[in-house]
């Protein structure tokens, strides 16, 4: 019988681990309720209630070389999402999922102490990025009607600001930014500009042509908010032409996409017809859904541009609701930094028109309890 050795050292992973991880806020979903309610309705996440294409579904099938890498560069998908915004294939890097390119992004640009710019509220994934790498979060925050502070950007740059990330709609405030605000950013800066367009689709409009006058402009994209692909992982950039030889350097081998995930992306991207269908049905629900909400006394859904609504509650504390939601099942979110100036609202992703009449009958219900609405 073989005797296990005894192991003489102390591991102390805290001396390990790099400085930058120990403060890190943790990006995590809202714990689950204690008693797991039997019926659950994911409204938190902004995802698409409806399937990807069925051209999407067959393609899938038919990937059987598992055993195989996916093509090198991910070449053939970067050409199908370049002819998807009509960009050359060799400016687009791919990732799994948007939260992959931003890292990518990140990886190429961020020393500890470089600064990033980002206006709150906004996508809470960027200041964890931002700061694993040890760079520094300059928030120049929304004005109160969320518009943004293109001026107050500008103010904020110094010689360490190598990156201003701009949600466009905004994340979680659903509203489209001015695009002369961006362009006056992008004018003026002499870093790298990105504009996360994950709800482009739902808005109907992209900044995508700004790239042929603004050289530091980058645009970011998904197919997991309108292709109904956020389990697939596959999100992109279209990148300057002048950063494209350093990101080849740092994209990572494959791009991270795996085989699957490319034959659904590209099988998703030709079919418009099934996309721009789904879209425009998100799109007519959300607007029915903030009708509706509007019905109910004191509650008022702000624009959106997205496939979300942020919501104002009549209460200062939207989260008490939005446990009581989870407790029943139907889960949306809540943002609690009091500096974010929505702690009064709850977010919630345009579901199927059956579910969204669930989530608003039981916060209807809900507010009638706690004697908010009569
Ligand atoms: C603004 C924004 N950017 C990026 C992402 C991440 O997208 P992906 O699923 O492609 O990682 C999300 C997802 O919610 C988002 O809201």
């Known amino acids: 019988m073989s005797q296990s050795v005894v192991s003489r050292t102390s591991f102390d ?3 390990l681990v790099r400085p930058a991880i120990h403060h890190l806020p943790v990006y995590s979903r809202q714990p689950p309720p204690e008693n797991k309610p039997e019926r659950e309705i994911r409204l938190d996440w902004n995802e698409s209630p409806y399937p990807p294409s069925p051209c999407a579904i067959q393609a899938l099938a038919e990937v059987v070389t598992h055993n195989r890498y996916p093509e090198f560069d991910a070449w053939s998908l970067r050409e199908a999402l370049g002819a998807y ?3 050359p294939a060799d400016l687009i890097i791919a990732g799994a999922g948007l939260d992959n390119v931003i890292e990518t992004l990140l990886f190429l640009l961020i020393e500890p102490g470089d600064r990033v710019i980002i206006s709150q509220p906004t996508f809470m994934v960027y200041e964890v990025l931002v700061k694993a790498h040890g760079g520094e979060v300059v928030d120049v925050p929304l004005r ?6 293109d001026r107050g950007i500008l103010d904020a740059l110094d010689d360490r600001t190598k990156l201003i990330l701009i949600c466009n709609p905004n994340n979680p405030t659903g509203n489209l930014f001015d695009s002369k605000a961006i362009e006056r950013v992008a004018a003026e800066a002499r870093c790298v500009v990105a504009i996360d367009e994950a709800y482009a689709e739902f808005a109907g409009s992209s900044l995508r042509d700004l790239m042929h006058h603004y050289p530091n402009l980058a645009i970011l994209r998904t197919m997991s908010k309108f292709a109904g692909l956020a389990g697939m992982r596959v999100g992109y ?3 300057p032409e002048a950063l494209i030889p350093y990101l080849t350097r740092v994209m990572p081998g494959f791009c991270n996409v795996s085989a699957a995930a490319t034959a659904a992306a590209i099988a998703s991207l030709g079919d418009k017809e099934y996309n721009t269908a789904t879209v425009g049905r ?3 629900d959300r607007d029915a859904l903030a009708d509706r909400l509007r019905t109910i ?8 541009a997205t496939n979300f609504l942020l919501v104002r509650l009549p209460m200062a504390d939207g989260g008490v609701i939005v446990r009581k939601l989870a407790e029943r099942g139907v889960y ?3 943002f609690s930094n009091p500096e974010f100036g929505i702690a009064d609202c709850l977010r919630v992703s345009v579901g199927t028109p059956e579910d969204n009449a669930i989530f608003v009958a039981e916060l209807e219900d809900l507010l009638r309890d706690s004697g908010q609405t009569q």
Do not use: T
């Not at 109160?144 to 502070?149: G, I, K, T, V």
């Not at 006394?297 to 959106?304: A, F, K, W």
């Open 13 to 15: 992973p805290a001396k």
């Open 85 to 87: 915004v009509n960009a």
């Open 144 to 149: 109160s009607d969320f518009s943004l502070d």
């Open 237 to 239: 950039g279209i990148f």
């Open 282 to 284: 998100i799109v007519a």
């Open 297 to 304: 006394p004191g509650v008022e859904p702000l624009p959106s």
């Open 332 to 334: 949306v979110r809540h």
